[in-house]
Nanobody
């Protein structure tokens, strides 16, 4: 079992920046994958950024070059730095972790980008 505590999110104007953080209840290095997913209104949850085994990071096509996923092992925290935000980035952002075949989710944090 892994609990994920998210923080960050809020309302920002288009072109602005926002940072999200997620702290797992287990050491980051014990997780096979960790990252963020987004669910926009009326859409399915989709991958935003995902770090596999602590060294390979993947980004959704729509956020490449604008979002950066990083982790701090000492602080046991994963960060999602979002810049050049667009209205289409609006949605609920969920922290995600995976241990083997088990997926875990945070409670979600709302990000709203106004035009």
């Amino acid at each position: 079992q892994v609990q994920l505590v998210e923080s960050g999110g809020g309302i920002v104007q288009a072109g602005g920046s926002l940072n999200l953080s997620c702290i797992p209840s287990r050491p980051i290095f014990s997780l096979n994958a960790m990252g963020w997913y987004r669910q926009a209104p009326g859409e399915q949850r989709a991958m935003v950024a995902l770090m596999i085994s602590g060294d390979k990071t993947y980004y959704g096509d729509s956020v490449k070059g604008r979002f950066t996923l990083s982790r701090d092992v000492m602080k046991n925290t994963v960060w999602l730095q979002m810049s050049s935000l667009k209205p289409e980035d609006t949605g609920i952002y969920y922290c995600h972790a995976r241990i083997l075949a088990e997926n875990y989710w945070g409670q979600g944090t709302q990000v709203t980008v106004s035009s």
